[in-house]
C-alpha cells in the first residue's frame, strides 16, 4: 500500500478524550500510504487520548479549527471515543468542517462515537452507519 495515497492529505478531526487507537492507528496507515495527515482540534499544543478509561498518549495538533479549511484536504476521519464524540459534536467549528468537506463531496471515515459529529451537523440522515451499540 506504499505511496497510494502520495498527493492526496487528510484531516483527522478530535479534541480531548479520543480513543487512541481510532486515531494513531488510522493515522499511522494513512501516512504509511503517502497521505499527509494532520490533527485538527479546538485548540493548539496537544490533545489527550485515552485506551477506553485510562489516560492514554497525547497527540500533536497540527491546525485549529480556526486555521484549518476543508477545502485544504481531500478526506476527513472522525474518531471515536466517548469524551471525544461528545465534546467536538458541540463545536460549531467541526460540524462546519465536516459540512464543507461533505458539500465538496469528500470521503468521511467516522469511527465509533465519532458519528455524533455527522448527527449534529446535520448530515446522517439518509445514510447507512455503523457505531458503537450504545449509538
Known amino acids: 500500500m506504499a505511496n497510494t495515497l502520495n498527493g492526496y492529505k487528510v484531516a483527522v478531526l478530535a479534541v480531548d478524550g479520543f480513543e487512541q487507537a ?3 492507528e488510522p493515522k499511522r496507515a494513512l501516512a504509511d500510504a503517502g497521505a499527509t495527515v494532520h490533527v485538527i482540534s479546538a485548540k493548539s499544543g496537544k490533545i489527550q487520548g485515552f485506551k477506553h478509561v485510562d489516560k492514554g498518549d497525547a ?3 497540527d491546525s485549529t479549527f480556526d486555521e484549518a479549511s476543508a477545502d485544504d484536504y481531500d478526506a476527513v476521519v472522525l474518531p471515536g471515543g466517548v469524551v471525544n464524540g461528545d465534546a467536538i459534536r458541540l463545536l ?4 462546519a468542517f465536516v ?8 470521503p468521511i471515515a467516522v469511527i465509533c462515537h465519532g458519528t455524533w459529529l455527522l448527527v449534529s451537523a446535520g448530515i446522517i440522515k439518509g445514510r447507512t452507519v455503523t457505531s458503537w451499540p450504545s449509538l
Open 59 to 61: 497527540v500533536a495538533v
Open 92 to 95: 460549531p467549528q467541526a460540524q
Open 22 to 24: 481510532e486515531l494513531v
Open 99 to 106: 459540512k464543507a468537506a461533505d458539500s465538496a463531496k469528500k
